[in-house]
Structures are given as structure tokens and as C-alpha cells.
């Protein structure tokens, strides 16, 4: 899978949302990691998660040369238990479960789960002037989760499968282009941003399977890629 760093920054907070191959090395061309707030793991696939461990290391010098002090805080999903002992043993980082609910400076995160493979969550942000991002996470098409997307000033989500492989996206608990543009249609998303693509695929047949369904401004998720609400 397509794996950038996705990172939320109002006035006064910055968040990670996600932290798989590769995300740890592009991050440093944006942002200065010992500046982040937050780091939030939607679920413990190795696309989403696995570069925690080059953070880590990171994180360990900053604190040996005396560039920060504190531990960053990490939230991560519960389940599985032995993934989420073993994060919440580290130093590094101050790791708490995924909840309903919570808030870092000006932003407030509420956590949807979804129906994947393992364990996983949709993430809404909202800043204190109200602008919404949705961020699916990894999810099947199951439109009672999808319905917290509505009215989202930016839908950030998977289009993971093309249409002619629907089968396989129940399978596997994704959703195909075609079916995320329907879902920024319904929810009326005034901006749609689509991620996590699967490199055999043809990024221009991902694109017009979404546009099919979804009128809106529509763009394709690439590194240096920035959205204002």
C-alpha cells in the first residue's frame, strides 16, 4: 500500500495520523518530529504502525542530547493486547488506548470503530472554529460507521481496490474507489483526498472510479501534499 504521512496542524497542535513504511524518513522534509503533539495509530497493520519503531530510536537520542524531555504522547488502539503491552512499555513514548474522545490543544479527536480485519478506527478531528477532517482509516463499506463522516470539510480517506475487484475488498475489509466516492457523495464532503492505494493499480483509473460517484473537488493523495480548510 501507498503509505504518506498524514498530518494535522491547526494554530496551536500537531498530529500524526498514522506511522507506516517509510512515514518516519518523509516526515523529517515537513516537520520537525520532537515539535509533534500527538501520534495516532488507526490499527496495527504494519503499513499503518511499523515505522513507530525508527521513531522510537529517535525519540531516545532527542532525550540523550537533552533536545526533549517528555515522552510523546501515543494513542493506539487496544487490541491486540500484545501489541498494545508492548508500546506501552516503551519510554519513548507515552501510550494511551484509543477512547471515544480526545483532546490535544485546540483539537478534538472522536474515534469511530469500523469493520477491518483486526481492530481499527475512522478518526474525526474538529478544531475550535469547527472545520471537520474525516480520516477512514482502513474499513469496509458498512454505511452505519460511514455516517459520522457527513458534512466533513475534508474526507480524507482509502481507495484501496478498483470496482472489477469488489469481491476481494469484502474480502480483505476495504473499500474500492467507486465506493469511496459514493461515500463522499452521501456524506457530502466538500473535499475528498484519496490515500492508501495499492501500486499495481492505475492511479488514473482510481481517480475516475471515485469520480464517477462523487462531483465535489477531488485530489490524490502525494507527498508535499497540502490541504487548508
Given at each position: 500500500m501507498?503509505?504518506?504521512?498524514?498530518?494535522?496542524?491547526?494554530?496551536k497542535?500537531?498530529?500524526?495520523?498514522e506511522?507506516?513504511?517509510?512515514?518516519?524518513s518523509?516526515?523529517?522534509k515537513?516537520?520537525?518530529?520532537?515539535?509533534?503533539?500527538?501520534?495516532?495509530i488507526?490499527?496495527?497493520?504494519p503499513?499503518?504502525?511499523?515505522?513507530?519503531?525508527a521513531f522510537?530510536?529517535a525519540?531516545?537520542?532527542?532525550?540523550?542530547l537533552?533536545?526533549?524531555s517528555?515522552?510523546?504522547?501515543?494513542?493506539?488502539p487496544a487490541?491486540?493486547?500484545d501489541?498494545f503491552?508492548?508500546?506501552?512499555?516503551?519510554?519513548?513514548f507515552?501510550?494511551?488506548?484509543?477512547?471515544?474522545?480526545?483532546e490535544?490543544?485546540?483539537?478534538?479527536?472522536?474515534?469511530?470503530?469500523?469493520?477491518?480485519?483486526?481492530?481499527?478506527?475512522m478518526?474525526?478531528?474538529?478544531?475550535?472554529?469547527?472545520?471537520r477532517?474525516v480520516?477512514?482509516?482502513?474499513?469496509d463499506?458498512?454505511?452505519?460507521?460511514l455516517?459520522?463522516a457527513?458534512?466533513?470539510d475534508?474526507?480524507?480517506?482509502?481507495?484501496s481496490i478498483?470496482?472489477?475487484?469488489?469481491?476481494?475488498?469484502r474480502?480483505a475489509?476495504?473499500?474500492?474507489a467507486?465506493e469511496t466516492g459514493?461515500?463522499?457523495?452521501?456524506?457530502?464532503?466538500?473535499k475528498?483526498?484519496l490515500?492508501?492505494?495499492?501500486?499495481?493499480?492505475?492511479?488514473?483509473?482510481?481517480?475516475?472510479?471515485?469520480r464517477?460517484?462523487?462531483?465535489?473537488?477531488?485530489v490524490?493523495?502525494?507527498?508535499g501534499?497540502k490541504?487548508?480548510?
Open positions: 501507498s503509505r504518506l504521512p498524514n498530518k494535522i496542524r491547526t494554530e497542535a500537531t498530529v500524526l495520523l506511522c507506516g513504511h517509510s512515514v518516519f518523509v516526515l523529517q515537513y516537520q520537525d518530529f520532537k515539535h509533534l503533539d500527538l501520534v495516532v488507526s490499527h496495527f497493520h503499513d499503518h504502525y511499523v515505522d513507530l519503531y522510537r530510536h525519540l531516545r537520542a532527542t532525550k540523550m537533552g533536545q526533549r517528555e515522552p510523546l504522547r501515543l494513542l493506539v487490541q491486540p493486547v501489541m503491552n508492548y508500546w506501552y512499555s516503551t519510554e519513548e507515552k501510550v494511551e488506548p484509543i477512547a471515544c474522545l480526545v490535544v490543544r485546540d483539537i478534538k479527536l472522536s474515534f469511530v470503530p469500523v469493520l477491518h480485519t483486526m481492530p481499527g478506527y478518526i474525526v478531528a474538529e478544531d475550535q472554529r469547527g472545520r477532517l480520516y477512514s482509516g482502513d474499513t463499506y458498512v454505511e452505519e460507521s455516517g459520522a457527513a458534512g466533513a475534508v474526507l480524507l480517506a482509502e481507495a478498483l470496482d472489477r475487484d469488489r469481491e476481494y475488498a474480502k475489509k476495504h473499500l474500492t467507486k459514493r461515500w463522499a457523495n452521501w456524506c457530502r464532503a466538500k475528498l483526498v490515500t492508501h492505494f495499492w501500486p499495481e493499480y492505475d492511479l488514473k483509473e482510481i481517480e475516475a472510479e471515485a464517477s460517484e462523487y462531483s465535489g473537488e477531488l490524490l493523495a502525494r507527498e501534499l490541504v487548508e480548510i
